[in-house]
């Protein structure tokens, strides 16, 4: 079992983040161990309910079941929590789980933060995506018309609990898109002020084959390696008033395609990893990297074999990204590659020019 520990110096909280892979029967006790009062509410995935619900074991009366989807972590959804936890009368001395990958995790820490005006709130994520990113920092939102992530608090949880025995069922596609993040950690990290050199581009590019193997031995440290940088950023800046902005990485132009899309034909993911590609290319314009590490990038990605996502047209991605909680009223605002594993924020005002 590997313990780490998020320390929040603004507010002098702490919570600790497990990351095992004892039996999932386990696990309920393992959460309770972690509540202070007697009523809690499970916000579960539809999937994993299906496939770990017995095993787990929850009552039924307790569990609010999420259906599978991007398009699910809306506010009628949301709502539909917090009736939930009406109905079963929680207090402020209770708690709501989440049990599930990024949508369930961000939609019930949501919840948890505005019900009562805040209860405690215990993240156990299933996939490699929650896992390595969402489920760690405190981001809680939900989606809206206008566009991804706008409507949301940032509300720490209790505890993270990672068993790595979830990843196990992951489709490939699935899997992917939690590598879709991973990259991205690869080429922040010595932006990320963390104390240790994990070199994550060399831990990818060595261990790549049995990554995509599911080595749960790799998939451990990996997990490990990102939530490490992860916590370093949030540490230093949890409301993403500077620091923070570095994970945004790949995100605004990946965020726009996902709504162009519905949030449908693309995985979150595949479009973080369009992002990159589009960051870099912006960056190469910008005569703020050179084309060695442009093809160094394309190396490293190629390997994962991600979907590819067709070219969008860029008068049509535009309205999208000023509806970014990142932009201003005249500036969209990139992370772009600077350096090796470094990255800075930019603000480009011109935008149809710049690629």
């Known amino acids: ?23 999932i029967k386990e696990l309920k006790n393992q959460i309770f161990s972690y509540l202070k009062g007697k009523k809690f509410v499970v916000v579960i995935s539809q999937k994993v309910d299906k496939l770990y619900g017995n095993l787990l074991g929850f009552e039924k009366e307790d569990k609010f079941i999420l259906k599978d989807g991007e398009e699910q972590k809306n506010l009628k959804n949301y709502e539909k929590i917090l009736k939930f936890c009406l109905e079963k009368k929680l207090t402020r001395e209770d708690a709501i789980i989440a049990v599930g990958g990024g949508v369930a995790g961000d939609i019930a820490g949501f919840a948890a933060s505005s019900y009562m005006r805040g209860i405690d709130f215990i993240q ?13 920092g405190g981001k809680t939102a939900v989606n809206s018309f206008f566009g991804k992530n706008l409507i949301g608090s940032f509300y720490q949880p209790k505890a993270v609990i990672i068993n790595t025995n979830f990843l196990k069922t992951l489709d490939e596609r699935i899997f992917k898109t939690g590598l879709g993040e991973v990259v991205k950690y690869a080429f922040i990290e010595k932006s990320c002020m963390c104390p240790d050199d994990f070199n994550l581009i060399n831990f990818l590019d060595a261990n790549y084959k049995k990554i995509l193997d599911y080595d749960m031995t790799t998939l451990k440290e990996l997990i490990k390696i990102c939530i490490s940088l992860k916590i370093s950023v949030v540490e230093n800046d949890e409301k993403e008033s500077g620091l923070r902005k570095i994970l945004n990485f790949g995100h605004t132009w ?36 050179d084309k060695n590490y442009m093809f160094f990038m394309q190396d490293i990605v190629k390997k994962f074999n991600f979907k590819q996502i067709p070219d969008f047209d860029l008068k049509k991605v535009i309205p999208v990204m000023k509806t970014d909680k990142k932009a201003t009223s005249d500036f969209i605002r990139f992370i772009l590659p600077v350096d090796y594993s470094t990255v800075k924020e930019f603000e480009f005002n011109d935008i149809l020019t710049i690629s």
Do not use: R
């Not at 156990?124 to 760690?136: K, Q, R």
């Not at 034909?265 to 369009?274: D, I, M, N, R, S």
């Open 124 to 136: 156990v994520p299933t996939t490699l995506l929650a896992c390595v990113d969402s489920s760690v």
């Open 254 to 289: 990946g965020h726009a395609i996902e709504k162009l899309t519905k949030y449908k034909k693309y995985t979150h993911g595949e479009c973080v990893v369009a992002g990159i590609y589009f960051a870099f290319n912006l960056a190469l314009k910008n005569n703020l990297i």
């Open 1 to 23: 079992m590997i313990t780490l520990t998020v320390k929040i110096k603004e507010n002098e909280k702490s919570y600790p983040i497990i990351i095992e892979n004892n039996d």
